[in-house]
Structure formats: C-alpha cells, structure tokens
T-cell receptor, first 110, second 118 residues
Framework: QKEVEQNSGPLSVPEGAIASLNCTYS??????FFWYRQYSGKSPELIMF????GDKEDGRFTAQLNKASQYVSLLIRDSQPSDSATYLC??????????FGQGTELSVKP | GAVVSQHPSWVICKSGTSVKIECRSL??????MFWYRQFPKQSLMLMAT?????????EQGVEKDKFLINHASLTLSTLTVTSAHPEDSSFYIC??????????????FGPGTRLTVL
C-alpha cells in the first residue's frame, strides 16, 4: 500500500463546476495535511492545510478531513480554467516530513 | 513573507561535472530545509533533510556522496550534484521550514532548479 494515494486523473470538469479531489493516507500518526497546486514546470504552491476533522473553507476551496477514515479531500467550487494544474496531497508524517501523493491532474474546460 | 529562492533556476552541464544549487530563505530563518527531486510526470520525492549546523539526513536510496548538502547558516542550504550523469537530469526543489512556526510543519517551497546533464 502506498503511503499516500490520490484519485487517478486526469480529472476533467467544465468551467463553473465543482472539482473533487480525494486522498487517502496510511500513517495514522499524521496530524497536518497540505494541499499543493503545481503548474507544469513550476514548483508546488500551497493552497491550504487542515489539521482538525471536518471542513475548512478558504474562498473557493474547501478541505475535508476524516482521520478515522484516513481520508482528506479538496473541493474546488466554481472551477476556472486557471485552476487546471496537478494537485498534490501531502500529509506530514510522524517524522515531520511531507509525504506527497502522485498528484491528480485537473483540467477545467471553458 | 516566507519567500524561498533557488539559484540557478536552470543549468545545463556536461557529464562528469559537478553542479551546485543554492536555496535561500529570504525573510525568515530556517533551521530545517528539504531537498526534493521530481522527474517528469512523477511526484516530488524527498532526497534529504538539511539541518543548520549538522549533517544532512538522506532518504533511503539517495547517495550521500553524490548529493552533497551543506546547511551552513539559518538562511542558506546548498546541494551539490557531484560527477553528474544524464540520469541525474531532473527538477530539484528545495523547501524551508520556519524556525519559529513549527506547529503545523508548513514548508515553503523554492521555485526549483532544472538540471540537464548532457
């Protein structure tokens, strides 16, 4: 089992729709969870992080965390073509290191 | 705030030469910096953790004699790829963790360095 698994892409949604990105992780000791966006050829940029069970909203983005299920997700509302990128889920393991998933490529069609 | 720079942004070198990449935290002090490598269509893989004033900790499978890491100050870490070969061609990205903000273990990423070895 991989340490971090994300839903395989590419994920294609029409402009204005909700994009749903999912992630499961294996380290039950993980307490912080980060979502990064990476455009082709660029380094990751932080979208948001979550550390408590439940939902956390920031503008068009909502992160959801369920530690019992070892599941974290990211919802993007009113998706825009500029949201087209690869989204990386990264829990922090007990050693304080970010463990990246393989990423989900999102394509928002105008 | 929380800006991390890398230099150079890209480099092309001949096989067998050594290449040094610098990672700087511009507006904060970082006791810990991380070095990642990313091959095309793959995710980021942690190579090593660099702690100011001490030896770096390398991930399994990463040759410490090939990838030399020095973290001489709270704002600078360097990665030297020694005797580079074409298979070392990759996108190298550093990140830094603020010395003060440790609660959530947030890392701030540099823009990356694209290395091409001919």
């Amino acid at each position: 089992q991989k340490e971090v698994e994300q839903n395989s892409g590419p994920l294609s949604v029409p402009e204005g729709a909700i994009a749903s990105l999912n992630c499961t992780y294996s380290d039950r000791g993980s307490q912080s969870f980060f979502w990064y966006r990476q455009y082709s050829g660029k380094s990751p940029e932080l979208i948001m992080f979550i550390y408590s069970n439940g939902d956390k909203e920031d503008g068009r983005f909502t992160a959801q965390l369920n530690k019992a299920s070892q599941y974290v997700s990211l919802l993007i509302r009113d998706s825009q073509p500029s949201d087209s990128a690869t989204y990386l889920c990264a829990p922090v393991n007990q050693g304080g290191k970010l463990i990246f998933g393989q990423g989900t490529e999102l394509s928002v069609k105008p | 705030g929380a800006v991390v720079s890398q230099h150079p942004s890209w480099v092309i070198c001949k096989s067998g030469t050594s290449v040094k990449i610098e990672c700087r935290s511009l507006d904060f002090q970082a006791t810990t910096m991380f070095w990642y490598r990313q091959f095309p269509k793959q995710s980021l893989m942690l190579m090593a953790t660099s702690n100011e004033g001490s030896k770096a900790t390398y991930e399994q499978g990463v040759e410490k004699d090939k990838f030399l890491i020095n973290h001489a100050s709270l704002t600078l870490s360097t990665l030297t790829v020694t005797s580079a070969h074409p298979e070392d061609s990759s996108f190298y990205i550093c990140s830094a963790r603020d010395r003060i903000e440790r609660v959530y273990n947030e890392q701030f990423f540099g823009p990356g360095t694209r290395l091409t070895v001919l």
